[in-house]
């Protein structure tokens, strides 16, 4: 646990009980802070009586003397409606901040290297982790992906924490300033938590905020979304540091892109050739080039050298829910893509197999399934789940594709796997990228995974063959 020694004797308020704001409780407690802690929820209030921590209503708290907030980034502070504990805060002209913050104030020297987009944090994230790890400098990984900040190892001068960073961290995470960071992409998402797609990308643009970086800073950008192209170049007159555009679409002057499958690093305006992405098989498809250029720039960045990064490309493991193979049975190969929680991210795996026996559904963004016809020719059948079902039917009928309604992943697996049999088409696949979020029948996108391959390991009795 990081220690927050710094703060011994100041007042600070915990608002959200869950697995960082716990975390949070327990490190400013044994710091010696006098803590606040409340959350609304009864499960909050019961993890923290048996993790010992006292629980003050902050409903019924004056903020007068109160030296933060550390708020759950779940928790609103301003749109669409302020909690009443956050606005009490504000009112009070109390510091909201999270466990992130906490962790750059207690560890200043160490390197900070920074992750976010829509789409595609998570493997960018544990890649440059993965690779930097490889080399053997002690190496945190975590934030919005993983265990809380504060449970990491504490890191001096030559520790790297790498964080995945959400919107709703990096609006109460004033102090942060990463050395190196990458906005990936943006595509409209979270919109109703920040007043619209100004909003959005505004929180986006925070992860090149200085904060408490001391020394030159490096700015990594993708260009292959118009939000993202016309932010670079707001950064070319704005930022203090270097920016360096990447994209996955083609060569880039100056930049990191990709050509004919081939990762080129252009920096020095030299087009040098570093390696095939198409080799790389837990990096399939076209987004995940994008991702294995962020994970190059920011590893050059904080001093990685070319051939350590190679070998950690190479070596890369891929992630559990992103696109992972769970399995073959007969000839049909089973993917668990469950963390394509919106139409963006279904689109990145749509691109990547043919025939598709889909399975999608659950809880719809408010964009749908937008911007998806061109990849339906690859779509042999629909399997449709969850909240979802009607409006999605309705979507697939105008487009002209069939589909199924199966309700539950237990009939979607068997339904798509018979399907896939009965046709006989040439290495057909069962892809489950539901392009929803997964609240409505599960309490995350991992339980619906684990769902979707238990039922695909039941299909051939408990062993995938």
Same mark, same amino acid.
């Given at each position: ?18 697995? $960082? ?229 083609? %060569? ?71 696109? $992972? ?12 893509? $469950? ?103 599960? %309490? ?22």
């Amino acid at each position: 646990m990081i220690d927050l020694g710094h703060l011994k004797g100041r007042r600070i308020a915990v608002m959200g009980l869950a697995r $960082s704001g716990l975390t949070a409780a327990r490190a400013l407690k044994a710091a010696g802070a006098t803590l606040l802690a409340w959350d609304d929820g009864a499960g909050g209030q019961k993890a923290a009586a048996e993790a010992g921590i006292d629980l003050t209503n902050l409903h019924e708290t004056d903020f007068a003397g109160i030296d933060a907030l550390v708020l759950s980034p779940g928790i609103p502070h301003t749109y669409p409606t302020p909690n009443p504990i956050a606005a009490k805060a504000k009112a009070a002209g109390v510091a909201i901040i999270s466990d992130i913050e906490l962790l750059r104030q207690a560890c200043p020297k160490a390197t900070y290297v920074g992750i976010t987009g829509t789409n595609g944090k998570s493997t960018t994230t544990s890649l440059v982790a993965h690779i930097i790890a490889g080399t053997g400098r002690p190496t945190q990984v975590g934030g919005n992906l993983g265990i809380p900040a504060l449970s990491f190892d504490a890191l001096g001068a030559d520790g790297v924490y790498v964080l995945e960073m959400s919107s709703y961290q990096l609006e109460i995470t004033p102090s942060l300033g990463f050395d190196a960071a990458v906005l990936l992409n943006i595509t409209p998402d979270h919109l109703d938590r920040h007043g619209g797609m100004d909003g959005y990308i505004a929180a986006k643009k925070l992860i090149f905020q200085k904060g408490m970086a001391t020394g030159a800073q490096v700015a990594v950008i993708g260009i292959d979304d118009p939000h993202c192209a016309r932010m670079a170049l707001e950064l070319d007159a704005e930022f203090p540091g270097k920016v360096i555009r990447i994209s996955a679409e083609g %060569p880039v002057s100056g930049g990191i892109g990709v050509e004919n499958g081939v990762l080129v690093d252009d920096r020095g305006g030299h087009h040098h050739p570093v390696t095939d992405l198409r080799s790389l098989p837990a990096l399939p498809g076209t987004h995940n080039w994008q991702n294995a250029a962020a994970a190059y720039a920011l590893a050059r960045a904080v001093g990685i050298n070319h051939a350590d990064i190679l070998d950690g490309l190479r070596t890369f493991p891929g992630l559990a829910h992103r696109q $992972s193979l769970v399995g073959s049975i007969d000839g049909v190969r089973f993917i668990n893509d $469950s963390k394509a929680t919106n139409a963006d991210a279904a689109a990145k795996a749509l691109a990547c197999y043919q025939p598709i026996y889909w399975i999608l559904g659950g809880k719809a963004k408010d964009t749908g399934l937008d911007g998806l016809d061109g990849f339906m020719p690859a779509v042999a059948h629909a399997f449709l789940i969850g909240d979802a079902t009607e409006a999605f039917a309705e979507w697939l009928s105008a487009r002209g594709v069939a589909h199924t309604r199966c309700g539950t992943m237990d009939v979607a697996v068997g339904a798509a796997f018979a399907k896939a049999k009965e046709e006989g088409r040439e290495a057909p696949v069962v892809l489950l990228s539901p392009a929803c979020a997964s609240f409505d029948q599960y %309490p995350n996108f991992e339980v619906r995974g684990d769902d979707f391959a238990g039922h695909v390991r039941a299909l051939s009795n408990g062993g995938i063959v």
